[in-house]
Structures are given as structure tokens and as C-alpha cells.
């Protein structure tokens, strides 16, 4: 990738006025995460209609085990990369406003972002389809499977978003009203083939704003909505990036 395009990204990053960042599965692969979609990715080894809501609902002795060994085995094991460290810094100094993540991890305020909207929630959280109680995820056990709530003995669901469900609207408002805001996105690790979550580069994108975008390979985004597509591992071309606009 040509220093030109890094250093034009910079000085996009540097001139934004409110510069926010969308991220999906990728900026966590070099955690250790694998992506969904793409080599090794979650969806080439599990059925996603497993993690269809009314699937779960009724077969959860089936999708909790899936469950564990995708998402809660790797939870404890996985650490912030020097991608989530660079947005850490970025917004440690005022040059980032916000993320609006996809992913479930926590990795984003692990490294120390303090503005993150969940937008698909976490697997941090858990909730009791009974009594709607809600729970931190290391307080559950999962020797047994399902984990019964420990208030009512009900089915445990974790707190983010399962196909078929839709987004909770706080978050949904709040990255959306965000990305009005942004003059600046940048959009790391993710191919944005999920929708709501997806569109949110071309809110920026459609009042004015610049997209910068970070990816291993070419995505939708790549020649037709982004004005930087630098491509490379986020791990290094994210902390790179922001160097080059700390200085
Ligand atoms: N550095 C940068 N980008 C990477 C890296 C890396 N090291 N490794 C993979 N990528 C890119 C891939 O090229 C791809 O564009 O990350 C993206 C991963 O795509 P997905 O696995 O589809 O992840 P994401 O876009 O976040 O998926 C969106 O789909 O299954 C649902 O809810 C799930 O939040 C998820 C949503």
C-alpha cells in the first residue's frame, strides 16, 4: 500500500471534525477472534440458522453448547489488539468521537474506548427470557448447559443479536445519530454484508463525509464508497494510520 494513500488518509483524519469508526469482525481476527465470513470463518464451520432467535428458543440445549464453543470459550483468552489499542488513543486525545461496532467481544472498551455502541450487543451480558433479569456473562455458569437463570431457573439468552431479531433502538439511534454527525468514518475489518448495521458508512457517506477504509481484502465498499481503501491487517495499518495523524 503507497505511504500516498496513508498520508492522504492522515490528513483526512486530522482535518475531521467529528471522526467516528465502524468496525466488524476483522479488527478482532489478530486477538485471535475468527471472522464470520472469509477463510476460517465462523459460518463456513456453523449452521447460522442455529442462531436464528425462535431456533434457539426452541432447541436450546442444542445452541448453548454452539454457543460456548464459538463465543464464550475464546471470551476470557482474547486481548485488544493494537487496532482496538490505536482507536483507544485516538479517542484518548479528542480526535475520535465514537465507535459503532458489530461486534460482540468487548475488546473495543477492553483497550480503553470509552464511547462504544454496541449495535449487534455483547457476549458480556446475558438476559433471562423469563424474568427479563439481566446478567454479567462471568457470573454464569456453564458447566451446565442451558445455564438456568439464577433468579428464576429460565432460559438464558446472551445479550446480543441473534438472526431474525431486530436492533435495540437506543443503540440503533445512537449510532445512527452519530454517523449524521461524522465527517470522518473509519470503516475497519468488515465487508458491511450485514444489514441495518451496514448502511451506516453511507450515512456518512450520503451527507459528505470522507470514508477511510481498513481491510484485508477488497470489500462492497472498496472502489465505490470509500475515498481511502488502505489494505493491510488492521493490527498494523490502524495503529500506523493513527501514528502518522499523532505524529
Ligand atoms: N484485518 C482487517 N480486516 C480483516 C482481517 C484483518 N486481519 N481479517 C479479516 N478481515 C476482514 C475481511 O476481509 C472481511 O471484510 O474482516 C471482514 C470480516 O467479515 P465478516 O466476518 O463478515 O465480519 P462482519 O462484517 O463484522 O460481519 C457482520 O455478520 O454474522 C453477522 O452479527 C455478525 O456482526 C457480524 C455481522
Not at 478482532?28 to 463456513?44: A, D, K, M, Q
Not at 483497550?111 to 450487543?121: I, K, P, T
Not at 442451558?146 to 437506543?170: A, M, N, R, T
Request: proline share 7%; net charge neutral; with cysteine.
Amino acid at each position: 500500500m503507497s505511504n500516498h494513500a496513508l498520508e492522504n488518509a492522515a490528513k483526512a483524519l486530522r482535518d475531521g471534525r467529528c471522526v467516528m469508526a465502524f468496525t466488524g469482525a476483522g479488527i478482532s481476527v489478530e486477538s485471535g477472534i475468527p471472522p464470520f465470513r472469509g477463510p476460517g470463518g465462523v459460518w463456513s464451520r456453523y449452521d447460522p440458522d442455529k442462531f436464528e432467535k425462535n431456533y434457539f428458543k426452541c432447541h436450546p440445549e442444542e445452541v448453548w453448547p454452539l454457543l460456548k464453543e464459538i463465543f464464550f470459550d475464546m471470551l476470557g483468552r482474547a486481548k485488544p489488539n493494537p487496532a482496538h489499542r490505536a482507536l483507544a488513543d485516538l479517542e484518548a486525545v479528542g480526535r475520535l468521537h465514537g465507535i459503532v461496532t458489530q461486534n460482540i467481544d468487548g475488546l473495543h472498551q477492553e483497550a480503553g474506548s470509552r464511547v462504544v455502541h454496541e449495535y449487534h450487543g455483547s457476549t458480556r451480558r446475558m438476559q433471562c427470557m423469563k424474568c427479563r433479569k439481566f446478567f454479567d456473562s462471568r457470573d454464569i455458569s456453564l458447566e451446565t448447559l442451558p445455564p438456568p437463570c439464577p433468579v428464576c431457573g429460565g432460559l438464558l439468552k446472551p445479550d446480543f443479536v441473534f438472526f431474525g431479531e431486530g436492533i435495540p433502538s437506543d443503540v440503533h439511534h445512537a449510532s445512527v445519530d452519530l454517523a449524521r454527525q461524522a465527517d470522518v468514518c473509519l470503516v475497519i475489518g468488515t465487508g458491511g454484508t450485514v444489514q441495518p448495521a451496514g448502511r451506516i458508512p453511507y450515512v456518512v457517506k450520503n451527507h459528505g463525509g470522507v470514508i477511510i477504509e481498513i481491510n484485508l481484502y477488497d470489500t462492497d465498499y472498496s472502489y465505490r464508497t470509500s475515498d481511502y481503501y488502505l489494505q493491510g491487517k488492521a493490527g498494523q495499518m490502524t495503529p500506523e494510520l493513527v501514528q502518522a495523524v499523532l505524529g
